[in-house]
C-alpha cells in the first residue's frame, strides 16, 4: 500500500528511489528550491512582488505547464498572479490549511468551488488538470501536490489507483479520473489522507534527506518543514519506482 511509503523504513526506501529518478530524469531539485523562494517573495502577505511571480511562471513554462499550446493563448503572468490571490488566499502557504489536515479542515467543497475559476488558464478541451495543479503547488507546496499524466498517471497511479478508489468510497466522494476540478480535489484529499497518517517523524526525515541532495539547500529564513505536498509526490513517486512502476 502507497501508506506503507509513509511509515520509516519505507519512507527511506522511497526517497531512495525518487532520488534516482530525479537524477535520471535530470529533475532539479535546486530549480524546485528557486521555484519556492522566487513564490515566498511573489505571495508574501504584507508585500506581494508580481516581478517574483514572472519567475514562477517561467519556470512553470519550462515545466511543460502549457504543454500543446502556444504560451501566448494561455493567460499572462499577472492574470495567473491575480486570480490565485484572490480567489485561493484561505489556501495561502502559511495558512491555517495544510495537506495533512485538509481533509479534517472541511475545505474540500470550499476548493472544488474556487477550481473553475482556473478553467481558462490553458485552452483546453477539458479542465487543466496539470496546469493548474503545477500553478497551486507553486502558490502553496504545503498543500497542493503536483499533477502530471506522464508520472503521476502513468506511474502513481497505475500502482496505486484501486487505493484512490477506495480512499473515494470510503470517504464518499464521488469516484472521478477524469480531466476535471473533482479529479484534483479528490487527489488533494486522498494525498491529505494518507500524510496525515504518515509517521510522526515524517517530515523531519524529508526534510533531513532534502539538504542532502544537490541543490536541497533552503535559505535560513525557509521552513522546508511545511513542504508537505512536495514530501508526499516525491515519496508516491518513489514507491511508485519501489514497487516496479
Not at 504560451?71 to 499577472?78: E, G, R
Request: proline fraction near 7%; glycine fraction near 6%; charged fraction near 20%.
Amino acid at each position: 500500500m502507497l501508506l506503507d511509503y509513509f511509515q520509516p523504513v519505507g519512507q527511506q526506501q522511497a526517497l531512495e528511489q525518487y532520488g534516482k529518478f530525479a537524477c535520471a530524469k535530470d529533475w532539479s531539485i535546486e530549480e524546485k528550491i528557486r521555484l519556492y523562494n522566487a513564490s515566498s517573495r511573489a505571495f508574501k502577505p504584507t508585500l506581494p512582488d508580481p516581478k517574483a511571480f514572472d519567475e514562477v511562471y517561467n519556470i512553470l513554462r519550462g515545466w511543460q505547464a502549457f504543454r500543446g499550446v502556444a504560451v501566448n493563448l494561455c493567460w499572462p503572468p499577472q492574470r495567473v498572479f491575480d486570480t490565485i490571490r484572490n480567489e485561493f488566499s484561505e489556501f495561502a502557504w502559511g495558512g491555517p490549511v495544510a495537506l495533512p489536515n485538509f481533509v479534517g479542515s472541511r475545505k474540500g467543497d470550499d476548493l472544488l468551488l474556487k477550481l473553475p475559476t482556473m478553467r481558462e488558464i490553458k485552452p483546453n478541451q477539458q479542465y487543466p488538470v496539470v496546469a493548474v495543479s503545477k500553478f497551486l503547488h507553486a502558490y502553496n507546496p504545503s498543500l497542493f501536490p503536483v499533477y502530471d499524466n506522464e508520472v503521476i498517471w502513468e506511474q502513481v497511479f497505475k500502482r496505486f489507483k484501486n487505493e484512490f478508489r477506495e480512499f473515494c468510497r470510503t470517504s464518499i466522494l464521488v469516484y472521478d479520473v477524469g480531466f476535471t476540478p473533482l479529479f484534483l480535489r479528490n487527489y488533494v484529499s486522498w494525498a491529505s489522507s494518507i500524510s496525515a497518517s504518515a509517521h510522526p517523524k515524517f517530515m523531519e526525515t524529508f526534510v533531513d534527506w532534502l539538504n542532502k541532495q544537490p541543490g536541497g539547500q533552503l535559505a535560513r529564513d525557509f521552513d522546508a518543514l511545511t513542504l508537505h505536498a512536495t514530501a508526499f509526490e516525491f515519496t508516491a513517486i518513489g514507491a511508485a519506482k519501489a514497487e516496479g512502476s
